[in-house]
């Protein structure tokens, strides 16, 4: 039987999976393997295991191609029920036929798509005894191998309506695109929330919180996986669940349990609330320096033999804030903790992104939203030396990202700098001579840009060659084509030129896999360590390895049904998004120093061997948002910087500080 489902592609088709690699969801049997549907002969076949709804099959073409043609020659154990899909990257799948009348034989199905993966899903069997399952003799896909280059145009006019305590109602203007736009993806602030296919302009997103900010955005995707830039940002904040002025009461019997040189361990009995108690904050002196859930917790990064007054305040989801407990004194005692004191160096109203050290210890930072560079000194007094040319914001987290001087800055005086352009990302350097910036020179163009997951960290190894961690451009599949610098850690000689000893011939490539990289750096072994985003369920510490695949966007952390496959490398740590969200990485004495933007604190994890011993938080809602961290080789400790206020690509509408975190 033969159906027409759309034109086929204009140049003649060829058997594009012969004996290309298959997986399956069973076998029947050792006689039965998924190979047996694509080897040629009709006296092979592969069977699913009996009594098994759904099951499937799909075959990898290799590349992506324009599928004009599936041919499936079925044996007695047919589909009654099934549908044939076609996707880029093999997590998400696009229907381009379906059936429930199946009757076995030959279907010659003339379709139309672009894909590197095309499945046969079976749901429902022709045969419904336990003695049967699924069972193909060939499964042939036709059509010619093309690359389409081309995203489809953004999506217009993103609008929200129906706003409740639990849900919205999004809409869009439709996008165009050469091959037609098969999918639309639903972001909040860089996490993929929901898909629709690309004739559906409106969705209702469920499973809000009340009384939230949301920031939703649309992206258009193609058959090729080619993904459009974002449509304008949507912003809604969820109305509260009931109507609720009532605070909580006041916590009580605030004491101190224990006190070292640097910190301060309080508890304190829990308090009441109409609806429920959400959480607490610690105040100093009027300020926050702290906020959990629960009815403890530790004040880090104070002054040693220092008194300090402590309230604390209960609050509750729709943000009413308690009474002051009872307030404490507590005296810190002499000497220095392993994380000691925090001191502030200067503030901020941008987004300070990169920062490298200078020879004279004074620092350079990146402002992210201003494109400007800024030096400032141990004692905060700053100053522009220069704003970086042709850099482009997002309205979102591009813009001027990430900084790293030349290992023989005293000579050549390179600054190498990472930023978003009106097209790309890109990675340039400039000379940084008598304090001020030279002229730009481009070293590596084409990384795709979006609104978020730009990625942006630089850091130049012991072997001398320049590291970049890139983002995946909110398309995952580039994760995983090694012909893409997205979703990779690039590596490249110091000039701009692939290193000869790079994993994949001519390639920047050094790893791949990964969704959005904020953090880079060395250990004393000249290993390269890295922090990720995830998206809605592990963010990952990762210890890279040349020519490593880490699994996204098929794995995320150890959850995904592809985790188990042996040819992705395992993550050292993961967290739950909502205690990490890394910004940035550092180390030193082989500590790793983790910065969290979601989470609000900072990680530090001593190296052992091929992991770390057991991460512990400090400074937990102490500054808010976390971006950078690097050594200061002046005071021995941290440089760490905050990003409040940061998701708008606007110069200085920021409220940040630039931080000194002694170490002992």
Known sequence: MTFTIAPAA??????????????????GGSGYAG??????????????????????IYVDLGSVAAVSQVKLTWDLSCAKAYRVELSTNATQWSSIYETTSGDGGVDDLTIGGNARYVRVFGTTRCRTGSAYGYSLQ??????????????????GNARASEVTSTSVKLEWDASTDDKGVVAYDIFNTGQLVKTVNGSTLSTTITGLTPNTNYGFYVNARDGAGNVSQASNTVSVKTPPDVVDDEPPTAPGILRSTA???????????????????????????????????????????????????????????????SPNSNQISVTTKAG????????????????????????????LYAERDTHKITRVTQSGTKNTVGTVSNVSGTDGEGGLLGLEISPTFAQDHWLYVYHTSPSDNRIVRIKYENGALGQSQVLLTGIVRNKFH???????????KLYAGVGDGQSGNRAQDINSLNGKIVRLNPDGSVPSDNPFPGKYVWSLGHR?????????????WEAELGNSVMDELNLIKKGGNYGWPSCEGTSGSECGNTSYTKPVRTWGVSSASPGGLTIVNDTLFMSCLRGERLYRMKINGSGTDTPVAYFQGAYGRLR???????????????????KDSTGNNSNTKILNVALN
């Open 10 to 27: 204009t140049a003649a088709p060829v058997l594009l999976s012969q004996n290309k690699p298959v997986s399956v969801s069973t076998t």
């Open 35 to 56: 190979g047996n549907a694509v080897d040629g002969s009709t006296s092979t076949r592969w069977a699913s295991q009996k009594n098994i709804d759904p099951a499937w």
């Open 138 to 155: 060939e499964f042939q896909v036709y059509g010619t191998v093309g690359a389409d280059t081309e995203p489809p145009t953004t999506p």
């Open 259 to 321: 006190s070292t040189a640097n910190s301060v361990s309080l508890a304190w009995n829990t308090s009441s609330d109409n609806i429920g108690v959400k959480g607490y904050n610690v105040y100093s002196s009027g300020e926050q320096v702290g906020t959990t859930t629960g009815t403890s917790t530790t004040i880090s990064g104070l002054q040693a033999n220092t008194t300090y007054p402590f309230t604390v305040k209960a609050f509750d989801a729709a943000g009413n804030l």
């Open 336 to 363: 220095g903790d392993v994380i000691g004191e925090v001191k502030q160096v200067t503030t901020s109203t941008d987004v300070p992104w990169g920062l490298v050290n200078l020879p004279d210890g004074s620092a």
């Open 454 to 464: 730009n990625g942006g960290r630089l850091r130049f190894g012991p072997d001398g």
């Open 516 to 528: 959005n990289i904020e953090g880079l750096a060395f250990d004393s072994q000249g290993r390269l």
């Open 628 to 646: 950078t961290v690097e050594p200061n080789p002046v005071t021995g400790g941290l440089w760490l910087t905050t990003s409040n206020g940061d």
